[in-house]
């Protein structure tokens, strides 16, 4: 497996996870056999457990967190891919609501 850099996902827990390039296959301290495909994520809880998650259940369940770019301000999910805005907030557009009048 080739090695890339730890990326910190979000659910109601923090995981630490890897995208497999290749199948991997380990047994963990406890015995289990843990077995996964190209594409599948390789994951570690908070606790250091490793496990592998099939990439759907992964992608369904976790949400990448955005890494600030230093000094900048901004939030970019994906190193390299440019910058991202942060959000702005919401404003109502004047006139596109209809008024509701009071007699």
């Known amino acids: 497996m080739k090695c ?3 990326k ?3 659910t109601r827990f923090l ?3 890897k995208q497999l ?3 991997l296959s380990f047994i963990d301290p406890l015995g289990r056999q843990h077995v996964g495909r190209k594409g599948d994520y ?3 809880s908070t606790e250091g457990v490793i496990s592998i998650a099939p990439r759907r ?3 369904d369940v976790y949400v990448l967190m955005g890494v600030e ?3 900048s301000g901004a939030v970019s999910n994906e190193p390299g891919s440019g910058v991202r805005k942060l959000p702005q907030p919401c404003r109502e557009r004047r006139g ?3 008024s509701i009048g009071y007699m």
Do not use: D, H, Q
Request: no cysteine.
């Open 4 to 6: 890339e850099e730890w």
């Open 8 to 10: 910190t996902y979000r």
């Open 15 to 17: 995981v630490k996870a």
């Open 21 to 23: 390039n290749s199948p």
């Open 42 to 44: 390789l994951v570690e």
């Open 57 to 59: 259940i992964f992608e």
């Open 69 to 71: 770019v230093e000094g």
């Open 96 to 98: 596109t609501r209809p």
